[in-house]
């Protein structure tokens, strides 16, 4: 399970501004899955880990583009709430690729696919070699730990 991570998050789960520290996850979806992406932020956040998401932090009278821009650098990792609405959305695309592009061969874990809606048959290119946390037809409660567990570096083996 996730160990609570507070070093570079302040009470809200946001990384401190005063420090410019970077953040541990932007979550990139489809409006479709808004739900889902605040779900996974929510979840991120009690664990202790600081989040961007569009819902939350991107504010009347800001630059969108600037503002994908700037989540897509100072993210350690990127989440992509995977669904058949993010797989052919034109907008989704870049902000996977950004990631993908920072490691291509996955030893980093800076893309983390996370599927919520089934749609492995939508899977082409790349996807299909990439493992991806899969909370579809999951509880809460198991959705959660398996997310939780699915972000840790490392191995799972149980104690």
């Not at 893309?111 to 899969?134: K, T």
Request: with cysteine; aromatic share 10%; hydrophobic share 40%.
């Amino acid at each position: 399970m996730a160990d609570a991570k507070q070093s570079k998050a302040n009470r809200g789960g946001n990384p401190d501004p005063a420090t410019n520290s970077s953040i541990d996850f932007f979550i990139s979806y489809n409006g479709a899955d808004k739900t889902w992406a605040e779900w996974i932020a929510w979840q991120l956040e009690v664990a202790g880990f600081s989040t961007i998401l569009q819902a939350w932090d991107f504010r009347p009278g800001t630059n969108f583009v600037l503002k994908m821009q700037e989540a897509s650098e100072k993210a350690e990792r990127t989440i992509a709430v995977l669904s058949p609405n993010y797989l052919n959305a034109d907008f989704t695309q870049p902000e996977w690729a950004a990631a993908f592009r920072r490691d291509p061969q996955g030893t980093k874990g800076i893309l983390v696919p996370v599927m919520v809606r089934d749609c492995r048959q939508e899977f082409e290119g790349l996807w299909p070699q990439i493992i991806d946390i899969n909370l579809v037809n999951l509880s809460e409660e198991v959705a959660r730990k398996a997310l939780l567990e699915g972000i840790e570096s490392g191995r799972i083996k149980p104690k």
